[in-house]
């Protein structure tokens, strides 16, 4: 066994005992196995292991079936054995590794089996000053280390940035601007529905459920059409970012065209973003990408400036939302609780008009009722009158 560690140039304390593990398995164990499991002795009995559980056995049959088969793996555990020169027979010896009776924990004194090591922190010297950890994952200044065996070395990590990370992050807080606002630009700019008055229950029943469903989408997809309140979101929208400026560390002021971030050249795109150069923009992929090259020469600027634009955007919506009739709150366009105060007004009202429109539909067929009777009278007078000089 020494003599194949010395052969594979593992007998030192460089390697760990699973590299010396993997030796002795290639050089000791598995030729030991395979020259026992070849022999005529051990072919046969798993011969007659495998035969004798053929066919419709007895109970005596099927008892010496078992014995055969616990008789040769009891032989390939022997071989095992054999080939670590493990002295003991236990379970864990013949896995290749000692015995846990209880005992204080220590490496082997032989050094050929496996053993259980007693837990301890991790500790790690960065930079002259000592780190602990319970676990082998340690965050220093922003970094994580992922620690993977000792070592009495010093270890230098060298640090780059990451010029696709904040690429992609730039690109990313564009794309969710551009899907904000195309979705705004959806209902605020949606086709005018002039002449679809809400449906009566006579006209629904006139109607398919498709033709109704239709019907109505087309009533609601324009209720925000040319709204007010809406208008005055979407233009703090592009003008937070398309029209402001920051004034970076380098004493230097920056846009979003500075960056390469520019409008689109169809004017119904009604202001969304395209970073020019990038891959993904069918219509700027030719362009030069300045966005590219700015992160790549100083990204902490760019992200300097990328910071100060979208926190002016999320300044001047708060402010925007704030202001926005009786319907504002803090953090959303409309207020649930005064929506939710107008809608049981509003339902009011209209039981209210329910109730004038049936008394005043009582009144006029009361009245009608009333000019009925007395237009009859009338003509049954004239009637009457008639009769009377006609006889003369």
Same mark, same amino acid.
């Given at each position: 066994?020494?003599?194949?560690?010395?052969?594979?140039?593992?007998?030192?304390?460089?390697?760990?005992?699973?590299?010396?593990?993997?030796?002795?398995?290639?050089?000791?164990?598995?030729?030991?196995?395979?020259?026992?499991?070849?022999?005529?002795?051990?072919?046969?009995?798993?011969?007659?292991?495998?035969?004798?559980?053929?066919?419709?056995?007895?109970?005596?049959?099927?008892?010496?079936?078992?014995?055969?088969?616990?008789?040769?793996?009891?032989?390939?555990?022997?071989?095992?054995?054999?080939?670590?020169?493990?002295?003991k027979e236990s379970a864990l010896k013949l896995l290749g590794m000692d015995d846990i009776d209880g005992s204080a924990v220590k490496e082997s004194?032989?050094?050929?089996?496996?053993?259980?090591?007693?837990?301890?922190?991790?500790?790690?010297?960065?930079?002259?000053?000592?780190?602990?950890?319970?676990?082998?994952?340690?965050?220093?200044?922003?970094?994580?280390l992922n620690l993977v065996s000792a070592s009495d070395r010093e270890v230098k990590v060298t640090v780059s940035n990451d010029?696709?990370?904040?690429?992609?992050? #730039? $690109? !990313?807080?564009?794309?969710?601007?551009? /899907?904000? %606002? @195309?979705?705004?630009?959806?209902y605020y700019y949606a086709d005018s529905a002039r002449g679809y008055d809400p449906l009566?229950?006579?006209?629904?029943?006139?109607?398919?459920?498709?033709?109704?469903?239709?019907?109505?989408?087309? #009533? $609601? !997809?324009?209720?925000?059409?040319?709204? /007010?309140? %809406? @208008?005055?979101?979407?233009?703090?929208?592009?003008?937070?970012l398309t029209g402001i400026t920051v004034k970076a560390s380098d004493g230097k002021t920056y846009s979003l065209a500075n960056l390469g971030i520019t409008t689109g050249k169809d004017y119904k795109e009604y202001g969304l973003l395209h970073i020019k150069g990038d891959e993904d923009d069918t219509d700027y992929a030719d362009s030069e990408n300045t966005l590219q090259s700015m992160i790549n020469s100083d990204p902490d600027i760019v992200m300097e400036v990328m910071s100060g634009i979208a926190s002016n955007l999320y300044n001047n919506i708060n402010k925007k939302i704030s202001t926005t009739t009786t319907m504002k709150s803090a953090l959303s366009f409309y207020n649930d609780k005064e929506m939710t105060k107008q809608m049981t007004q509003y339902k009011k009202d209209i039981k209210s008009w329910e109730t004038k429109l049936s008394d005043m539909e009582d009144r006029y067929y009361k009245q009608f009722s009333a000019m009925e009777t007395a237009l009859s009278k009338l003509q049954s007078q004239q009637n009457s009158l008639a009769s009377y000089l006609g006889s003369n």
């Amino acid at each position: 066994m020494k003599q194949a560690l010395q052969e594979a140039g593992l007998d030192n304390n460089v390697y760990t005992e699973s590299d010396r593990l993997i030796v002795l398995k290639q050089k000791i164990i598995e030729p030991a196995v395979t020259e026992k499991l070849a022999s005529e002795e051990y072919t046969g009995k798993i011969d007659n292991a495998v035969t004798s559980g053929l066919g419709d056995a007895g109970i005596e049959k099927q008892s010496e079936r078992y014995a055969t088969i616990s008789l040769a793996v009891n032989g390939y555990a022997q071989a095992m054995k054999d080939g670590t020169e493990q002295s003991k027979e236990s379970a864990l010896k013949l896995l290749g590794m000692d015995d846990i009776d209880g005992s204080a924990v220590k490496e082997s004194a032989d050094g050929t089996g496996m053993v259980v090591i007693e837990a301890a922190d991790s500790i790690v010297q960065v930079n002259g000053a000592t780190l602990t950890s319970s676990n082998t994952t340690l965050d220093v200044n922003g970094l994580s280390l992922n620690l993977v065996s000792a070592s009495d070395r010093e270890v230098k990590v060298t640090v780059s940035n990451d010029s696709t990370a904040v690429y992609d992050a #730039i $690109k !990313d807080f564009v794309e969710q601007y551009n /899907s904000a %606002l @195309s979705e705004m630009n959806k209902y605020y700019y949606a086709d005018s529905a002039r002449g679809y008055d809400p449906l009566t229950d006579d006209q629904k029943e006139a109607m398919s459920d498709e033709e109704v469903e239709k019907w109505e989408t087309k #009533i $609601k !997809d324009s209720l925000l059409r040319r709204d /007010s309140t %809406l @208008s005055g979101i979407l233009e703090t929208f592009r003008t937070s970012l398309t029209g402001i400026t920051v004034k970076a560390s380098d004493g230097k002021t920056y846009s979003l065209a500075n960056l390469g971030i520019t409008t689109g050249k169809d004017y119904k795109e009604y202001g969304l973003l395209h970073i020019k150069g990038d891959e993904d923009d069918t219509d700027y992929a030719d362009s030069e990408n300045t966005l590219q090259s700015m992160i790549n020469s100083d990204p902490d600027i760019v992200m300097e400036v990328m910071s100060g634009i979208a926190s002016n955007l999320y300044n001047n919506i708060n402010k925007k939302i704030s202001t926005t009739t009786t319907m504002k709150s803090a953090l959303s366009f409309y207020n649930d609780k005064e929506m939710t105060k107008q809608m049981t007004q509003y339902k009011k009202d209209i039981k209210s008009w329910e109730t004038k429109l049936s008394d005043m539909e009582d009144r006029y067929y009361k009245q009608f009722s009333a000019m009925e009777t007395a237009l009859s009278k009338l003509q049954s007078q004239q009637n009457s009158l008639a009769s009377y000089l006609g006889s003369n």
